[in-house]
């Protein structure tokens, strides 16, 4: 049984090529007529994933529980199942379990391999009806093909998807996670849908579009490159609001993160200067624009003398000397910012905390909407908000995604096409896309993650809903929001599980996870797709994890103190190796505080230009585009406590692995182009860290290709 692809046999019809809200097309059915009559399961085990399945080799039904994998000959009892293969460390340490257990959505079967088993345990573990193999392609049990063609048919179409594409696989969903944590209630946030989810895009793009008429207005310049992207950022780590994406209940209501950026381009922008001619160009500017900018604004009278003396005496030596170097012209440049800049910061601050407090209140009103809408539509659909929670215990379990606790309305329809190499999928007009295969890994994640949702009759529209919810969140500039959802390459992910077993990422998306089992920014729609919701609110008590965070500077903060109280309220073996940007002029606070932890084991520092990211952008780029260089070092931090440092010390041995995975991923041969991403480079002004806009570069992408034969192998078998 371990070769055979398990088929349903409820007596469902595959899904059409575009399913919708309403009732998939019937097919025929995959399995013989005499297995279709057998007794249907219970709708509890139907929720614990469960399907009655056929076997063609032994030639008569068996049960399969497509979210642990197992199998029984007998039909599952609910409650029986539930006991996972304890760690002994944890397990005689804690009073109150005797074993790990799952939620009672996900029991796996008695003598089933755990989801955190080691690879060789994998290995040794002989096949037999309890133990399937788990297909690492759109075979997977329990799935609805996308076609309505016999057996034989789907599995070559399955494969053609892949081998005449040539999708390169950048992800490796087949690794059981060792994540630990405690039981928890399902998340408050209501369901997705389409129609809420395109009435939010339209919101948020008309608050992009008041925060560049606030800034023309007031201050006479463009917003700076992504600062709204790192708002929002910036604002979810302290936000309370109810709203997934658009802020609404913050304290303090001036975001430090938009003040900043915006005070960093008054009076003019300042960009990285090449040639003599542009820092002659920009001294004139900056000088013209300080002494406009103090004579039009309510300044006290010393620093109109301050500023209008020292930008005149400026203007007087552009014209005298005519033979000055490049160098010249910058160090005057800084003289006059030191000179002139506390005085033009004074005057702007009451402008530019107004710009920053009128997006906020603006963002709380347009979540208010979203929230009203969002009932309506729940009440049409004759649906409970936030029903009753069901009792959580308190007990250990491997993590598992997030789940909502109002149940899903129905869903419309949603088109599905493909143009050549990439999926489109409209709703009322709106369409997003997605490369097929990341469209096949989100089918994997659904099947692994959703369960309600069997016959995939929701799949498209929370796609949708997905894909549309991440191109709102970082805008529609090119290359806008893509630095921010950079990942790992693949390499290095390989290097972090094998040597530090390392099977989940902190900070991650359906879009660019590497692992099924990541933390994300929204639970009501990554939740689907298996994410465990966001890790600010994740508290595992054992495991092995990676941090890639989006580098903005009050979320790497707030990660840290969350790493520190999570070491310190757990004896079980917990690790995370962080990976940040070595921005050291000045420092950023998140970096001092690494380097100063009580649980640092280890850190590591790989040069500028020397290692690469995959774009947040992977799902829908060219492959030309895939990778670009990192323009700044970045450090990698082993925060350990004293179980998770035995068992996973950064030895030399370890160490040399990590490095040999960032030389061989940036090694590989390449045409190097331009991206213009905004990536931070730290300079100060006025005793305040500015973050200019630099720019990165791409790599030809030369990831082998992962063979997927498991399909053509059970087609064979069988």
């Known amino acids: 049984m371990s ?118 345990d994998k290995q ?3 096949a037999t009806p309890s133990t399937p193999s788990t297909p690492s392609t759109p075979g997977t049990p329990g799935a609805k093909p996308w076609s309505s063609a016999p057996e034989d048919k789907q599995i070559s179409a399955v494969l053609s998807v892949f081998f005449v594409s040539t999708v390169s696989v950048y992800w490796d969903l087949d690794i059981p996670t060792n994540a630990v944590i405690r039981e928890r209630p399902p998340d408050p946030q209501l369901p997705p849908h389409p129609e809420v989810e395109l009435h939010r895009a339209q919101l948020v793009t008309k608050l992009r579009q008041h925060y560049l008429e606030l800034c023309h207005q007031r201050e006479g310049i463009d917003p700076p490159r992504e600062s709204f992207n790192r708002w929002l950022l910036e604002r979810k780590v302290i936000d309370k609001g109810g709203d997934p994406l658009l802020p609404s209940d913050c304290d303090p209501v001036i975001s430090p993160s938009m003040f900043r950026e915006v005070m960093n381009d008054i ?38 003398k301050v500023v209008k003396w020292n930008t005149e005496d400026t203007m007087s030596w552009l014209r005298r000397d005519h033979s000055a170097s490049k160098e010249d012209y910058m160090d005057r440049l800084d003289h006059l910012r030191k000179q002139c800049g506390p005085h033009v910061t004074a005057v702007a601050k009451d402008s530019v905390e107004g710009i920053c407090s009128k997006i906020y209140h603006i963002s709380a009103e347009y979540s208010r909407r979203l929230k009203a809408a969002h009932t309506a539509l729940m009440k049409e659909c004759n649906l409970s ?96 929001g893509t630095g921010l959802q950079g990942a790992l390459p693949v390499a290095v992910f390989e290097a972090l599980n094998k040597q530090f077993g390392v099977s989940f990422e902190c900070f991650a998306s359906p879009l660019n996870c590497y692992f099924k089992q990541f933390c994300s920014a929204f639970p009501d729609t990554d939740g689907f797709f298996g994410s465990r919701g966001p890790f600010l609110s994740f508290r595992p008590a054992s495991g ?23 070491l310190d309220s757990s004896t079980e073996p917990l690790s995370f ?85 960032y030389q061989s991923s940036s090694s590989r041969p390449a045409a190097v182009g331009r991206l213009d991403f905004p990536r931070k480079q730290p300079t100060r002004t006025n005793g305040l860290a500015y973050w200019p806009v630099l720019p990165l570069y791409v790599r030809w992408d030369s990831v082998a290709v992962k063979c997927i034969t498991t399909l053509s192998q059970q087609k064979s078998t069988n």
């Open 3 to 120: 070769n055979e692809s398990p088929t349903l046999v409820k007596g469902e019809g595959p899904v059409t090529l575009s399913p919708s809200g309403s009732t998939p097309s019937q097919g025929s059915p995959l399995s013989p007529t005499s297995a279709s009559k057998g007794p249907e399961l219970p709708d509890e085990l139907l929720q614990a994933g469960w399907g009655r399945c056929w076997s063609k080799r032994e030639n008569r039904p068996y049960y399969f529980n497509r979210f642990t994998n197992q199998s029984l000959w007998e039909m599952p009892v609910l409650g029986q199942h539930d006991v996972i293969v304890s760690t002994p460390s944890l397990t005689s340490s804690h009073p109150l379990v005797g074993s790990f257990q799952l939620p009672n959505d996900t029991h796996p079967a008695p003598g089933a391999k755990p989801w955190n088993s080691a690879p060789d």
């Open 124 to 126: 040794s573990q002989p």
């Open 267 to 304: 009076p003019i922008r300042l960009s990285r200067i090449k040639y003599k001619e542009e820092a002659r160009r920009q001294l004139f500017r900056y000088a013209e624009a300080a002494k406009k900018m103090i004579d039009s604004r309510n300044a006290p009278q010393d620093s109109r």
């Open 385 to 480: 908000e936030g029903c009753e929670p069901p009792e959580v215990q308190d007990r250990l379990v491997y993590c598992y995604p997030a789940r909502l606790a109002s149940p899903s309305p129905p869903q419309p329809r949603v088109e599905l096409h493909f143009e050549n190499e990439v999926a489109c999928l409209r709703y009322k007009g709106e369409m997003v896309k997605i490369n097929r295969g990341h469209f096949s890994k989100l089918e994997l994640l659904y099947r692994y993650s959703c369960i309600d949702d069997a016959r995939f009759e929701k799949f498209l529209s929370r796609v949708w809903c997905l894909i549309k919810r991440y191109q709102v969140m970082f805008g529609s500039g090119v290359n806008e």
């Open 544 to 566: 092995s994890f990676e941090a890639n965070p989006p580098f903005s500077e009050e979320l790497m903060d707030a990660m840290v103190t969350h790493f520190e109280e999570l």
């Open 577 to 661: 190796i962080i990976f940040v940007p070595e921005w050291r002029d000045p420092a950023t606070p998140a970096l001092i505080r690494l380097e100063a932890s009580r649980f640092l084991r280890h850190q590591l520092t790989v040069s500028a230009y020397e290692h690469e990211y995959r774009s947040g952008s992977q799902h829908i780029c060219k492959r030309d585009e895939m990778y670009y260089k990192a323009v700044h070092g970045t450090v990698v931090f082993f925060l350990q406590n004293a179980a998770g440092f035995a068992k996973w010390e950064p030895n030399a041995e370890r160490l040399a692995e990590i490095t040999s995975a």
